[in-house]
């Protein structure tokens, strides 16, 4: 019992070193050309069609998850049932997530941005107290999860605010969203009690295929004026979204000798 509780130092170590991190670190508040992105197209009446329409990918995957886990047979890929929960909040929270980002993608600005990022705290954090449930311990995981959705969604009311005062600060959102990525590296660093382990780098990579192709929004739409990069970052965290519930259906408890 405790090298398995002594398995949450890696994410409390994470969580130290990037808090004194964004603490130290200048502050950063998102540039004046932000909400400007490269596909101003309308179609069917619906502004900024491209990053509007491409948030059905999270409403596809956060249905179809949810889905999945209402099904009793879903009990079969977790020992413990419980489990489960921070899997219904990632899966409701991609489903909040096409909300908020649709919101968002028909009129950007800085009010309707909180309303995009909240909700995407609502599926990345829950992963992590997942990853702990499964590695490190079952209520450990459960008890933190709350904690860390609040930490997750305190990061943005935190940069509202910011904003609010004329001083927008990003530090505390950007360490989160990074923290969120390395613990899913951490977490392979510890004994699995499931196969398809491996899931988590193709989610974790994902993910960063999502930042660049948001990083690259203008390049990649001047290519050919096909499809932006923001789109394609809606597209690519969506699919995080599918490996995840991919991972789930095929996974299975490892048995130990």
């Known amino acids: 019992m405790f090298l398995k509780r002594a398995g949450i130092w890696p994410f409390l170590a994470l969580a130290i070193v990037l808090g004194v991190g964004a603490l130290l670190a200048p502050r950063a508040d998102l540039p004046p ?6 596909d101003q197209r309308i179609w069917l009446g619906i ?26 047979s879903s009990l079969a890929q977790f020992v413990d049932a419980s489990e489960r929960w921070p899997y219904l909040f990632i899966f409701l929270g991609l489903i909040l997530t096409a ?39 079952v209520s450990l995981g459960l008890w933190l999860l ?13 940069w509202h605010f910011s904003v609010e005062r004329g001083a927008g600060d990003l530090r505390f959102y950007v360490a989160v969203q990074i923290y969120a990525v390395l613990a899913l590296f951490a977490a392979l660093l510890l004994p699995a009690r499931y196969t398809r382990g491996s899931d988590l780098l193709v989610v974790a990579g994902l993910y960063v295929l999502a930042k660049i192709c948001e990083t690259a929004d203008h390049q990649i739409f001047s290519a050919g004026h096909l499809v932006s990069g923001h789109t394609l970052k809606h597209l690519s965290a969506g699919a995080a979204g599918f490996w995840i519930l991919r991972m789930l259906q095929k996974r299975r408890p490892i048995e130990r000798q």
Request: hydrophobic share 55%; proline share 6%.
């Open 33 to 38: 050309s932000y909400h400007h992105f490269a």
């Open 47 to 72: 502004p900024h069609f491209g990053d509007v329409a491409s948030n059905i990918a999270f409403l596809i995957a956060g249905l179809w998850g949810l889905a999945f886990l209402s099904r009793k």
């Open 99 to 137: 909300l908020g980002s649709t919101y968002y993608h028909l009129a950007p600005d800085n009010d309707r941005l909180v309303w995009d990022r909240l909700p995407m705290t609502i599926v990345f954090m829950p992963l992590v107290a997942a990853l702990i449930a499964e590695r490190v311990n």
């Open 146 to 158: 709350p904690v860390l959705i609040a930490v997750g969604m305190g990061s943005v009311m935190q």
